[in-house]
């Protein structure tokens, strides 16, 4: 079984930054692939991005270019920095994991069955 912890939300104002952190324990020799996503008010869970074992990463158009997600693989810790933030970044992010072979676009919340609890971003204007 794996289990992620996220961290590292708080708030900030527009153009600045912030890194999450999402600790993955337990089974943590599986092959996964990484992804982070956000959830806010009244809208569906969106994907931002995500990263395979060979740390190849994907992003959102709305992000690309002002976030960045890496990996820790001795500290099995994924990371999300984000830059330039605006108000419209304001949700909760989630990291969250699926098998590596799994097929389908990363991007889909369904496809991945483990997640964290979610830590809030706040970006005031």
């Known amino acids: 079984q794996v289990q992620l912890v996220e961290s590292g939300g708080g708030s900030v104002q527009a153009g600045g930054s912030l890194r999450l952190s999402c600790v993955v324990s337990?089974?943590?020799?599986?092959?996964?692939?990484m992804g982070w996503f956000r959830q806010r008010p009244e809208t569906a869970r969106e994907g931002i991005g995500g990263i395979d074992e060979d740390d190849q990463t994907s992003y959102a158009d709305s992000v690309k270019g002002r976030f960045a997600i890496s990996k820790d693989s001795r500290t099995n810790t994924l990371y999300l920095q984000m830059n330039s933030l605006k108000p419209e970044d304001t949700a909760i992010y989630f990291c969250?994991?699926?098998?590596?072979?799994?097929?389908?676009?990363?991007?889909?919340?369904?496809?991945?069955?483990?997640w964290g609890q979610g830590t809030q971003v706040t970006v005031s204007s």
């Open positions: 337990g089974d943590t020799y599986r092959r996964l692939y």
């Open positions: 969250a994991a699926r098998p590596a072979w799994a097929d389908g676009p990363w991007s889909t919340p369904s496809d991945y069955p483990i």
